[in-house]
């Protein structure tokens, strides 16, 4: 730290003397287990949410919407970067194989993260069926029991709790 920091901080009694700051240690992200699908901090994100009607019937369940239903723009950094941890804590699927994804009507949402600078990073998120994050080559889905992505989107574009809670 500074001297001229540590001087500021004596003096407006936020410390003494002898005392250190603690230093926060960074956490190691095991990538094959928890892909990253969102990397950095980013500072916004526009949720645009494609939702069709699920059929009964499996066969017919691939129609996607073409037009988003709902579109909400995040700005408080606080639900952005909880969103990000949610998404970075999905675990990679068991193989890259072809998977079957029963009752997968289309239905996902389009995540676009916007960081200082003006970059931007895209996430597709499947709503229905095995529920997979998707960005940039890096695959990830949900857990057995961590469907707290899926519960935070419907939270943050004010859908109904049946909308996180289908398998």
Not at 22 to 31: F, G, S, W
Not at 63 to 81: E, F, G, H, L, Y
Not at 100 to 117: I, V
Request: charged fraction near 15%.
């Amino acid at each position: 730290m500074s001297r001229v920091l540590t001087t500021l901080c004596v003096a407006a009694g936020l410390v003494t003397t002898g005392s250190t700051f603690p230093t926060v240690q960074a956490r190691r992200i095991d990538t094959a287990v928890h892909p990253i699908i969102v990397p950095g901090f980013p500072v916004a994100v526009t949720i645009f949410s494609y939702f069709a009607p699920l059929n009964r019937n499996p066969a017919t369940n691939h129609n996607p919407a073409s037009t988003p239903s709902k579109v909400v723009v995040i700005r408080s950094r606080s639900q952005v970067r909880r969103l990000v941890v949610l998404l970075n804590s999905l675990v990679a699927p068991p193989s890259q194989r072809a998977i079957p994804c029963p009752f997968d009507n289309g239905s996902h949402d389009k995540l676009a993260f916007r960081y200082r600078g003006g970059r931007r990073w895209k996430v597709d998120v499947q709503i229905y069926g095995c529920r997979f994050a998707r960005s940039r080559g890096a695959v990830a889905l949900p857990s057995v029991s961590a469907n707290n992505v899926y519960r935070y989107l419907a939270k943050l574009l004010g859908e109904p709790a049946a909308y996180s809670s289908v398998v």
